[in-house]
């Protein structure tokens, strides 16, 4: 199996890992476990971005509540 690497000043290049596993459908989206860590990670990403939104609103929300509170004591 070929794994990509980058070093530096140059651009992807292609490295031999030597697995030996290099039979047709491998490295396939949804193919055996590739496929199953692609999945579990877009889900564990989608949680983290959730989590960013709802903290954002809350600050958003407070800022505002602060921001009305300031404002009717100078009124």
Do not use: C, Y
């Amino acid at each position: 199996m070929k794994a990509q690497s980058q070093s530096p000043g140059s651009s992807l290049t292609g490295v031999d890992t030597g697995t030996g596993n290099d039979g047709p459908g491998t490295g396939i989206p949804g193919a055996a476990e590739e496929g199953a860590a692609v999945n579990h990670g877009r889900e564990d990403l989608t949680a983290f971005f959730t989590i960013g939104v709802v903290i954002d609103v809350l600050l958003v929300v407070a800022f505002l509540v602060w921001a009305v509170g300031q404002w009717r004591k100078q009124k």
